[in-house]
């Protein structure tokens, strides 16, 4: 496992588009909180910048805007994923010895490393901005909520796996990323309101991730920081959610099995 | 004539007794209705340096791609160092398929440090393999910055990696100058001087035909011919005759001994024959029937000619 992830990092480390991606992730992650540290003029319904960095409500706020960064970190592992077909590599490497099955687990093994780093990043800029902002009483609530950290390191592991899955079905890096984004904008909406609007389609994959893992906290936001925020994310939408990481890694394993290189 | 051939040049027993490094049996894959590669029995002992010659779309690269693990058979086996088609095999093996794939944006260096990592060999031999094919001095640039010909070359050194028994080389030569030809095939016989087994791939002839000491021909998937290169080659002589009237000369021979067959081609006659066959015994045998030669030729078949042969419709 240990060399898989060598050999994925050998690959991954020197590659510019993964910094520049990476760097504009990080960027994001940070910038974000300033959208929260401004708060607390007229028309922002009575929410101050404590009500959102403070702890714990950081972890519900901050979650839900960095799972939008994790798009990014999914259109990067298509790119990793596709570059392996466009530079045939993938064939190359089974080529030189790697099993298809030693292949997969290499990328699932990158996912998870970078999963966990991302919610390490999380974790860390969330602690930084939330002993800043915090009101002196809401100190002791550090890691309050803490569920949502947790949900954030699913909601990684299962954006990247689809991009994983994306980038192997489709193999050429634009196409890829085309109908990544149609199924995470227009699809999974039409699947939701359109097809199964009978709550079923809450819990598509999109839905899952955005909606259901991390929700918006709306009535703490309506009655301007007065009613709670959610307390942690359901115990369903974190099982859902973690189901279809593992099925589309598992989808990405299968194709790799039966496709000739 | 086909089936003739077969006969001919179908290994003797007695190749049985080497080692064996690759066996195929019935190996098949069938793309729809196209039969790729339908049936192939093969054998590659220790040592050899094996040639699979067949024209373009033969099912060569098909073939090598099942034995590599990256296509699916539809059907048979194959099976390296008598070890079946297990994943492990392949790190003994140094491969060369069609054009060589890096990460272009990796130095020829860090693209040798991936293979290594994956055969499980010591990144410290990346130096000695990179000396081995003169690209020392590049290793640090990305390999997108390569030539053609050094692209070949790193992929030469990414197949060495691991001192592997074995090296598959897939059109090894192709799109490369002559110079880049010639140090591909020198780079072929110095391998195999060390003691390689070498399978090489290519439609080339004169390559086979220079390099390898047993060759395979393969057209359509399926095995025309199989045997050592000198047996091929030594494998019919020709004589070339021609007089005033080729008409009564043909007539003439008919009851030769060691005739196999004779046809008249322009205004030469062409006669395949046999080992009990002798050329002075026939210039004799017709001037005794008032013929006289004006063209008497004893030559080799060249193997491109077996090959035309053994391929033609």
Redesign the interface.
């Known amino acids: 496992m240990i060399r898989l992830l060598k050999i994925e990092l050998l690959k991954l480390v020197p590659y510019r588009t993964f910094k520049i991606l990476f760097a504009i992730y990080l960027l994001l992650m940070t910038l974000v909180l300033l959208v929260g540290k401004n708060l607390g003029g007229s028309g922002d319904e009575g929410l101050t910048s404590a009500n959102v960095l403070g702890f714990p409500n950081i972890w519900n706020y901050y979650t839900l805007y960095a799972c939008y960064f994790n798009i990014i970190l999914a259109i990067l592992v298509i790119f990793v994923t596709c570059n392996e077909f466009t530079y045939r590599t993938l064939r190359q490497n089974i080529i030189d010895g790697l099993t298809r099955q030693e292949a997969v687990i290499g990328k699932i093994t990158l996912i998870v490393l970078l999963s966990i780093i991302t919610t390490i990043i999380l974790i860390i800029s969330g602690l930084v901005a939330g002993n800043i902002y915090s009101l002196p009483e809401d100190r002791d609530q550090m890691f309050g909520h803490s569920g949502f950290i947790f949900a954030y390191f699913i909601q990684s592991l299962g954006m990247m796996s689809m991009g994983y899955f994306f980038g192997t079905l489709f193999k050429r890096t634009g196409l890829a990323v085309i109908i990544f984004l149609i199924f995470l904008f227009p699809i999974d909406v039409i699947l939701r309101e359109g097809i199964f609007p009978d709550g079923f389609g809450d819990y598509m994959p999109v839905a899952t991730y955005f909606l259901k893992m991390v929700p918006f906290p709306l009535d703490h936001t309506m009655s301007g920081g007065l009613e709670p925020t959610p307390a942690a994310p359901t115990a369903l939408s974190l099982v859902v959610g973690a189901a279809y990481a593992v099925i589309f890694c598992g989808l990405g394993w299968w194709i790799t099995k039966k496709r000739d290189l | 004539m086909i089936a003739d051939s077969v006969e001919l040049f179908t290994f003797t027993s007695n190749h049985y007794n080497l080692e064996t490094v690759l066996s195929t049996t019935a190996l098949k894959k069938q793309y729809g209705p196209i039969k790729a590669v339908n049936g192939l029995d093969l054998r590659v002992e220790k040592g050899a340096v094996y040639g699979i010659l067949g024209p373009n779309g033969s099912g060569k690269t098909t073939t090598l791609?099942m034995l590599?693990?990256?296509?699916?058979p539809t059907s048979g086996a194959y099976s390296w160092f008598n070890n079946g088609s297990l994943?492990?095999n392949?790190?003994r093996?140094g491969?060369l398929?069609e054009q060589p794939?890096?990460?272009?944006?990796?130095s020829g260096e860090?693209n040798l440090?991936?293979?290594a990592?994956?055969?499980?060999v010591d990144e410290g031999t990346i130096d000695a393999v990179l000396a081995s094919v003169n690209l020392l001095e590049r290793k640090k640039s990305p390999a997108r910055t390569y030539s053609l010909g050094m692209r070949q070359r790193l992929a030469l050194a990414?197949a060495l990696l691991g001192n592997p028994d074995v090296l598959l080389l897939d059109e090894p030569t192709n799109g490369l100058d002559p110079q880049g030809i010639a140090e591909v095939r020198e780079f072929i016989t110095q391998q195999s001087a060390q003691g390689r087994t070498i399978i090489l791939a290519s439609h080339i002839l004169d390559e086979v035909e220079k390099v390898c000491t047993h060759v395979s021909v393969i057209k359509k998937g399926t095995l025309l011919a199989e045997g050592s290169v000198a047996d091929l080659i030594k494998g019919e002589t020709q004589v070339e005759i021609a007089a005033d009237n080729n008409e009564i000369v043909l007539q003439a021979i008919q009851s030769f001994t060691g005739i196999k067959k004779a046809a008249q081609e322009n205004s030469i006659i062409v006669i395949n024959v046999d080992e009990k066959f002798n050329a002075a015994q026939l210039n004799k045998y017709l001037s005794e029937k008032n013929i006289y030669l004006q063209h008497l030729n004893v030559r080799k078949k060249r193997l491109e000619e077996q090959f035309l042969e053994l391929t033609a419709e």
Do not use: C, H, M, T
């Not at chain 2, 794939?101 to 990796?106: A, D, E, R, S, V």
């Open positions: 791609g590599l693990g990256i296509i699916q994943d492990i392949r790190k093996i491969s398929l794939n890096f990460y272009p944006y990796l860090q440090k991936v293979v990592k994956i055969k499980g990414s």
